[in-house]
């Protein structure tokens, strides 16, 4: 990281958060210390130093994109994924403080954008038929990243829901927790996931 940094930090432009692992689909009471750890250090910390290590201070006016690729389940999650999904919420909540850090600091030499998708066409997420698919449907990783590129060449800051269910995650988890049992029923999103 120190040799990336002396090297090439005057001239990042662009940083691009796309770390992902999952652990097994188990109860949150089943998973191994190990894993957990390992989800939050790729998941979470690495994207964090990154940006800790490269993104431009406060002096600088050095123009960057930054780009944090988390999901919808750090938001609307299912039974099975707890650990994924917290690793991911922890983005998310960064992402967010980090980018009214640099507004309020009046840095608008830095952007930031937050992609939070649904299932993706990868094998991290694969091996299963999800329910609902008209709602939820699967993404396609070429679509998206397309549309990723796009963001970019805009400069467009905020967040990039794929597909179109994943804007409103947020307000379902707003809704009273009887309706929120109904529509995860409804949806089957917790039993959706098969046992390893």
Request: glycine share 6%; proline share 5%.
């Amino acid at each position: 990281m120190h040799i990336l940094k002396r090297k090439y930090k005057k001239e990042i432009q662009l940083i691009v958060n796309n770390a992902g692992v999952r652990a097994k689909f188990t109860d949150f009471n089943c998973m191994e210390r190990d894993n957990l750890d390992k989800l939050f250090k790729i998941n979470t910390f690495a994207p964090v130093r990154f940006i800790q290590e490269l993104a431009p201070g406060k002096r600088s006016t050095r123009q960057c994109y930054i780009i944090n690729i988390a999901s919808t389940l750090g938001i609307l999650t299912p039974a099975k994924v707890a650990g994924y999904a917290a690793s991911k919420a922890a983005l998310i909540a960064f992402h967010q403080s980090y980018s009214f850090e640099l507004q309020n600091e009046g840095m608008r030499n830095v952007r930031t954008l937050l992609v939070t998708s649904g299932q993706l066409n990868t094998n991290m997420f694969g091996g299963f038929n999800p329910p609902c698919q008209f709602f939820a449907p699967v993404v396609d990783i070429n679509n998206l990243a397309a549309k990723i590129v796009r963001c970019c060449e805009l400069g467009q800051r905020g967040q990039l829901n794929e597909p179109f269910y994943c804007t409103f995650a947020h307000l379902l988890m707003c809704v009273p927790y009887s309706l929120q049992h109904i529509i995860r029923s409804i949806s089957r999103m917790d039993c959706c996931l098969p046992d390893e």
